[in-house]
């Protein structure tokens, strides 16, 4: 066995060290989840084996990314979690094969969540169900929208010929059927690698392809340039800001301006950085979590940017 | 490999990240609404610049909730009418325009600056008019009395058990506008039991849950102030959620006429943070109203007193 035991049962809970080494035995026990979910949500879609394959793959890929990440909070229930993933995997490869399909599920579940005559329960593997309820006197809540008018029809119709709660992608199949939009039938493995890029991380090696990231880095929105200037460190854990200067990639002049600060400011900062969360998130007035976010939408953005042949 | 081949893959792996999952539909969905907090929101905003697919998603959603604001032709009618009101705000506050120091940096708002609407003192109505008024002219908003009521004493507060618990419930200490609002908690494994109440009476009450978030049914009348538990299943024992000694967990449900005056400003003033902020903040809805006052300031860093706005609801 390579890892550590990753669960840590305290008062019942359990709780996942953040700085755990991944190991066999949660691949074990996230397969049976994932597999489950894939078959609920995807049991009236024609998928083949091999992309069952690539979307088991892709949910141990995200969760494995997101349990060796030291910078994440402790997951609560795993099971829960790991559900949660799969479902999002399975999301994300069904707005790629089939978009009118998943702009109707979020535009039903908006319906579902604002309009008081439905009622929405999110089981624990995260299947939403759905039903109708008697509606409220007060504060009649409704989508008061030509669209939301015709749409909600449709909902309240196919819910009151239901005689159980029905899940959200049934709901959203049954709408579909009598919109004409394609349910996300056929999958494929051509879908699979659009649906899920890899980083583009191998399409930067040049010092040219750096001074472009470097201009990508300074068109961030600020808040998320800081949270990841200041706390970007090489393997060695040295502040990469150190690192550009170094390398005469940037001025000090250069990265002053970049973190909207003047040099001397800069300056007393120089032997501080990289800097810990919680001072980024003072300076900016934000909580760590909201730094953590920032930095991984700068990265994300980065990454996707770097993606574009310009 | 050499020297300075490893430096840079360094910095690139330091730097240029990772794909990272697509915002949440729950989070798209609180974008379109305008409820979520700022830093989640300039999130969404910046990944919608490089993600045409949730771009689409969020404009779609936009459109059938009826809160698309980029092509109003409702706003281009009045739009003649704000800039006449406009030289009027500009007369009032006479203040000459900050000197900023040019920036090698561009940030979001500064992009949307072509589009965005002045500050305007003539809403159509009186209380409007002089609400906006009174803020720029003193640079502070006060707290309306009902948050005082809805908070613990500040003893209370500083103590690090009722902070702790404060943070996982929410909502807890504010003024909310929906009257079916989404409570959540942050607690070990359920099952969970919600109820909430209006004094001593419990007014609704949810079933066996096993996710930690609840939305009120049926809706709850407005104009109350409403404290919510959480009851935890241990064994043979449940536990209460919040417990002693942090404070009970309360909310008020904005009346009728102030929610139906905010509906009326979004409507008609979509794009107009500095109404919205400070018809928020008269109500008592303080992050929105630090939101909209914040993205009124980045618009508007010439206008006297439009930082401090912010800042000054913030210190409630």
Redesign the interface.
Known sequence: MRGLPILDRQDGVENLSVDVVVDDDVVARAVPVIDTVIRRRCRSWKIADDVRDDLRSEALVRLIKRLRDPQRSPIDTFDEYVAGVTSRVIDDLVRTTSPEWARLKHRIRYVLNHDDRFRVSILADGRIRCSLQPASAIGARRVRTRAGDVLTSMVLDVLAHSEEERTIDDLVNAVAARMGIAEPIRISADDIATAYPSSALSAVESSQSLQRLWSEIVALPFRQRLALLLNARDAAGDSVLRLLVAERFVTKRELAASLELSEAELDALWNGVPLIDAVIAERLQVTRQQVINLRKAARDRLARRMERPR | MSE?TS??E?????????????P??EV??QF?DGTI?D??R??V???R???A?CD??VR??M????RSSSTSLRWLSVAAAVIVLSLASAYLMRSPPLQRTQ??????VARKSATQPVPAIGYGRDDWNAAVRDALAHGTIAPPAILASLRPTPDVLRTLSSRSAAAVMNPAGVVID???PLLTWRA??GPFVVSVYDGFERVARSGVL??R?W?V??????GRTYTWQVAIR?GDSIELLPSPPAPVSLFHVLDQDSSAALADARRRFPDDPLLLGVLHARFGMQQTAIEELRKYAARHSDVRNAAALADSVSSW
Do not use: M, W
């Open positions: 300075n430096r840079r360094s910095i690139l792996h330091a730097l240029a990240g990772e794909l990272d999952e697509h949440s539909y798209l969905e379109v907090d830093v989640t300039e999130i905003a910046s990944h610049e490089v993600c697919t689409a998603e779609d959603l459109a059938f909730a009826g920036q090698p940096t561009q940030k979001p929906t009257p079916t070990e494994s096993q996710t978030g939305r049914e049926p809706a709850l009348p407005r241990r």
